[in-house]
């Protein structure tokens, strides 16, 4: 609606080709008291120069569905097809109901049966100023939907890029923990040994085999930092390997036995893909060490179709999984949803399937590279 001068002004552009409808159209806003300003044309073609010119002129189109030349209904399907933000409204004759119904289909906003008797020209101005304000609620509701899609899908493709930038970082500690740290505890260990040989005292010897051990264990636990930190196995034999050795460490440091199965079919994966699932099954399997309470859980690796399917299963308390979501405050609890949000823009999925008392399984999905 024109509200330049603080008034709510109607403009309407009424399509109609008989003069004595033209005419009772006026008069029923001017009965009505609503302020509206009527631009006439006669014919379709007359509105369609019009829109050429400029389509910002109007709130709303009444357009008679009988017209010379263009019908009213080809011209709705031709103002549509140009996606013109108007709401239309069709003006049809008794008995035209089926028409109306495909005007409707086709996108068009409203119908009105012109009755003999003209009293739908009372309620012209009333269904008129209505539909120009639904339409501008759905203009806005849409607009407010596109706004959050592009939204969403920012943060999906945030999720996505933080999580790999992490790996990427995961990556470089894990090799310079490894190439100084640990090759400089392996050197020093060989140089000890020498050492121990030129030993001429028992207790000489004896300290020296004590400062081997304690180095002989700083290795095996950088060892392991490392792979905790970032599986070299991943990047080295693939993640079907990767994911293996995470379920038998998970199980040796938790005390939970965990079977691991591979249906040995290839299984060509993208490098983010490959960091992606291996960062759920990490995910997965911290969550069944810290809320399942299992007594053992089962990890497996399949190929369907054209997709890997990852599932991690465990027989513990279950939980209610419509709950899960973003918890803010201070009980954050983002694992599974940003594991929702990272494959779901990989074009993949998950899916949890938990009942309190009944275990846990969940099910990941992602394409397979082609
Ligand atoms: N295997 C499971 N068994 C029982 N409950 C689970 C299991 N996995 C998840 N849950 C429940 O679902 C909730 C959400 O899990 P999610 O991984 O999203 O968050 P979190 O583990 O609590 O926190 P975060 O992963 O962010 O450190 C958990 O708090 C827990 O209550
Ligand atoms: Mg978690």
Known sequence: MDQTDGSTKLRVLLVEDDEHDRIAFRRAFQRSQLECEVTECIRAEEALERFRADTSSFDIVVIDHKLPGMSGFELCKTLLAQELQLPLVILTGKGSERLAVDALKAGVYDYIVKDPSESYLDLLPVVLSQAVRRHADRIARKRAEEKLLTYHNRLRSLASALSLAEEQERRRIATEVHEHIGQNLAFTKIKLGKVRELASSDSFRNAVDEAIEVIERTIEETRSLVFQVSSPILYELGLVAAVESLTKQTQERHGIPIDFEDDDKSKPLSDDVSVLLFQAVRELLANVVRHAQAKTAEVSVAKKN???????????????????????????????????????????????????????????????SP
């Open 306 to 368: 054209n997709e890997i399917i990852v599932e991690v299963k465990d027989d513990g308390i279950g939980f209610e999984p419509a709950e899960i979501g973003p918890a803010m405050g201070q009980d954050m609890r983002f694992g599974l949803f940003s594991i929702r949000e990272r494959l779901e823009s990989l074009g993949g999925g998950i899916k949890i399937s938990s009942r309190p008392g009944h275990g846990t399984r969940v099910t990941l999905s992602a394409p397979l």
